[in-house]
């Protein structure tokens, strides 16, 4: 078989005015990652396949989001809100090179996945000129009505135009189309010619590719992969469907997890083999969990990798940057932060390791504090390997302590520590022979007196 080529032309020119926020409307996250990139994600790619992103005028930020997820992205920017065939033909020029298949998908919708994007492909190679996203609404009211006979698409009735019989349909346009190529812009400008309120609408190609005596065909998927989202409830619901698939990717792929529903995953986490994740656990982006690593309960990790047989939490907070080696221990109230810890590192209580880097089997004691800012730049910490920190140390930034070095507890580290040195900071310890009992004797009295 050979390969069809494609162009994708993703509608990203939402205005997003529901959603209450000076954030574009596609840049809002689900699983750790934005709408637009869940779409760009799905979208074909590889070999043949090509992608317009088309933006609104001020949104810049949108158009870098596509270039950084795919730069062979080709951004068009819709100046007007004319309507969502209007939009299309935003990207004309990328329309007039030509390709096999024109795929329309919203920037909404990041639930779609990539085969359904291949279903909805598929009739084209049968020679279908339009393939139509179609799903069964549990409330219909509001979206297109899919007009149905014989088992081909007659017309898109959108809601305001439905007849009270046509509204009893709850098989509803998901807004995603394939056009064959051959016929694809033709079929676009006669929607632009047909309108008569001004705006173009794509749900009017259907009854313009009937009456070209052209076959448009509907796929059926679930109301799940097409939620478009225009308010924050909605976003919250697309993060429920899409943490209940990543959760359920997790455990076929054999992380173990006894309480799945309070884990949150990024849509990028990756796991080796035999993970475990205790419950109440949140993961965010850009985190890799290595075999037999357990994330014990309310731990909180981004964009950190863990290694093999590592454990970290309860009560962690591993920041952007971590990474622990083969075997670390991260314990109970441990913060991390552009940290490399190497293999069997044990960091276990109470302490903070930012803008540092560990030696292997080196041990951290409880409420360690690396003192990593002056108030103006943040410096490093580096400790070398099979070093030993005291409790409650401070490590004044800039500093460096050895190979094998030994920090006594409570010291405040400002100078390099050398190898196999021992550096003990605090104040030498008196000892009065039974000052206590003296001490006792004095305030019993005092008390009596009063
Ligand atoms: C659209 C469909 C409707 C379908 C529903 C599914 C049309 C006319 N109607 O309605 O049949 O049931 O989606 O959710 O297509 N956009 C632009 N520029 C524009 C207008 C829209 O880029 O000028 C983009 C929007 O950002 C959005 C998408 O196109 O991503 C769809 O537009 P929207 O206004 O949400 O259409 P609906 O009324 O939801
Ligand atoms: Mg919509």
Redesign the pocket.
Known sequence: MTIRSSLTVV?????GTRMRSQLAKVLHPVAGQSLLSHVLRAAPNGAGASLAV?VGPDHQAVADEAKQLRPDASIFI?HE????A??VLAAREAIVRGADDLLVA???TPLISAETFERLRAPLREGAALAVLGFRAANPAG??RLLIEGGRVMA?R?HGDASAEERKIDL????VMAFAGETALGILDKIGKANSKGEH???DAVAIVRSMGLEAVVIETSEDE?R?I?TKAQLAEAEAVMQARLRKAALDAGVTMIAPETVFLAADTTFGSDVTIEPFVVIGPGVSIADRAVIHSFSHLVQASIGKEASVGPYARLRPGTSLGDGARIGNFVETKAARLEAGVKVNHLSYIGDAEVGASTNIGAGTITCNYDGFSKHKTMIGKGAFVGTNSSLVAPVAIGNGAYIGSGSVITKDVPDDAMAVERSPQSIREGGATRYREMKMKNKKGA
């Open positions: 509608l990203a020119a939402g205005e088309v819709q809100r004319l309507g969502t209007h939009a919203f920037g909404d979206y297109g898109i959108e509803c346009n998901a807004g609408y794509l749900v097409v478009g225009n």
